[in-house]
């Protein structure tokens, strides 16, 4: 008897202080091996899949050809209204008859008898099969310890999961599943101290913000989770996948073959354009970069700013590139220009707007309105230094998609056909792919595909509405028609700037945001915006 009170007092010891679910198990067995001396024992857990019971723990004569269990509804059912231990006994062993006969196969239940259905608040957990010794019943006072170990493990292994669940709900991205930025440098730590020879690949998808802009945030997320789905697909099991931030990926494998690292950034890539819906402005392109431990990278930190660093030389090569990290690769500021990338493309821009003008003047003197009403706009809004420049390349931008427009178009002095309206009606798209080609130019996208949506969703092209229309595009909507108001055109004549502003005005809401027109009006009383 007192060696028994050790065992289980050993046993008690073992399961409240470890929060580790296998040594919960261990502690189970051996308590009751040491107690029952069965013949054998058989440990089945759920393994947080519907019906599917996991051999855990397996001693004995118990045989067992499968590893695992999907118990029938009825024998589940049964089990969950019966008493925690069944004896199989003659008023037991309908139990056994309730299993399949592929079940039987695997288990073999003539040696059976006993089964103890773990609960926890009435969810079964897990069945412990055990076969008496010599096929003798157990006696009561080993009944009772059973009883008292398995009980004591249901909570110790309910506490065990609640803890698991927790710290795997803190190192994962809930929008993903993949493993978090936390976990990440945990991985990255932990292959490095133990001089794990690695390779981190990051992945880093282009004009993601742009994306954001376009396409709203639900549209943002689903490319997010289908991003991660398809990494999921591609890597190994014995690689591990993050998401490192907003728009950011990392896949840390084990070895450091490059060949195959670009050959899974290449799987990844393809796949993803694959996956792109066919009403995008462009194709989305991902830039990768990768490195190597400890060949090239010495040490945590070095392994992963190395990878960055040639995730940003990847993309100073004009994005969608798979780059390897090198040594000798030289640094440079990370912080955009947006000044420095205009004057680099000004004179293409003025080549196009020289182009338009040569087919429509209007377009040209236009653009140029436009861009300076929307940036004394975005100024009086406090909008920053560089949002202002965007704001101003964007009026001078929007409507270079009419250089594809035929002319007898756009200087038709009457009202347009409707097949004429529709052809006019590209030239949103015809600006955002000639942007596309502009180096470094492509942060006016948002605004520019985005003018002429309407605030209640009528516009085009892609009828957006209210907040999800970018808020460059709104300001350079009020901008644009302003200006088509009060400039004179060859088929009508100029009209007033008060009857521009009651437009505006009767307009807020429905075509215009209504907060941007009630600014842009107060700036025309204020005498800050008002036509040559």
């Not at 393994?47 to 009825?74: E, L, M, W």
């Not at 803890?163 to 929008?175: E, G, M």
């Amino acid at each position: 008897m007192r060696e028994r009170e050790e065992v289980f007092d050993h046993f008690i010891t073992a399961v409240i202080n470890t929060l580790n679910a296998d040594e919960i198990y261990d502690a189970a067995i051996e308590a009751l091996q040491d107690i029952l001396q069965p013949d054998g024992l058989l440990l089945m857990m759920n393994q947080n899949t519907r019906h599917v019971f996991s051999v855990i723990r397996k001693c004995g004569s118990i045989a067992c050809t499968k590893s695992y269990s999907v118990p029938t509804d009825s024998m589940l059912q049964e089990l969950k209204d019966s008493p925690n231990l069944i004896m199989l006994n003659d008023t037991g062993k309908h139990i056994l008859d309730l299993m399949t006969p592929r079940q039987r196969n695997w288990l073999n239940a003539e040696h059976i008898t006993a089964i103890y259905t773990l609960k926890y608040n009435q969810v079964i957990i897990g069945f412990l099969y055990l076969a008496a010794h010599d096929g003798q019943d157990f006696a009561p006072e080993e009944l009772r310890y059973l009883e008292k170990i398995c009980y004591y493990s249901s909570y110790a292994l309910r506490n065990a999961n609640l803890y698991q669940n927790a710290y795997r709900a803190s190192i994962t991205d809930d929008l993903t599943s993949l493993y978090n930025r936390k976990h990440a440098f945990e991985c990255i730590d932990h292959v490095c101290q133990h001089q794990k020879p690695s390779t981190l690949i990051v992945l880093d998808i282009d004009d993601f913000k742009l994306y954001n802009e376009l396409y709203g945030a639900q549209e943002s997320d689903n490319l997010i989770h289908r991003f991660a789905q398809i990494i999921l697909q591609e890597i190994s099991s014995k690689d591990i996948g993050f998401r490192f931030g907003a728009d950011e990926f990392l896949i840390l494998k084990a070895g450091t073959d490059i060949d195959e690292a670009c050959s899974c950034c290449k799987r990844i890539v393809d796949a993803i354009t694959d996956a792109t819906p066919a009403n995008t402005v462009w194709d989305i392109t991902i830039t990768c970069g990768i490195s190597v431990f400890p060949d090239i990278s010495t040490d945590a930190a070095s392994f992963l700013h190395n990878a960055e660093q040639a995730i940003y030389y990847g993309k100073q090569a004009g994005k969608g590139n798979i780059e390897v990290y090198r040594p000798g690769i030289d640094e440079r500021s990370h912080d955009p220009d947006i000044r420095a990338a205009y004057e680099r493309v000004a004179p293409t821009i003025y080549a196009l707007t020289a182009a338009i003008d040569a087919k429509d003047s209007y377009t040209f003197i236009h653009s140029m309105n436009v861009s300076k009403y929307a940036v004394i706009l975005a100024e009086a809004l406090g909008m920053n230094s560089n949002d202002i420049e965007i704001i101003r390349d964007a009026g001078l931008l929007h409507d270079i998609g009419k250089i594809s427009i035929p002319e007898r178009i756009l200087q038709k002095t009457s009202k347009l056909t409707d097949e004429e309206y529709a052809i006019m009606k590209t030239h949103v798209e015809n600006s955002t792919k000639m942007i596309r080609y502009l180096p470094d130019m492509d942060y006016v996208i948002p605004a520019v595909v985005g003018h002429h949506e309407r605030y209640d969703g009528t516009g085009y092209p892609r009828g957006l509405a209210g907040q999800n229309i970018p808020y460059m595009a709104r300001i350079l909507t009020i901008a644009d028609c302003f200006d088509a108001m009060t400039a004179k055109r060859p088929y009508k004549q100029a009209l007033s700037v008060e009857y521009a502003v009651n437009e505006l005005e009767k307009n807020s809401g429905t075509q215009f945001d209504p907060v941007l027109v009630k600014k842009f009006v107060e700036l025309i009383h204020e005498g800050k915006i008002s036509i040559a």
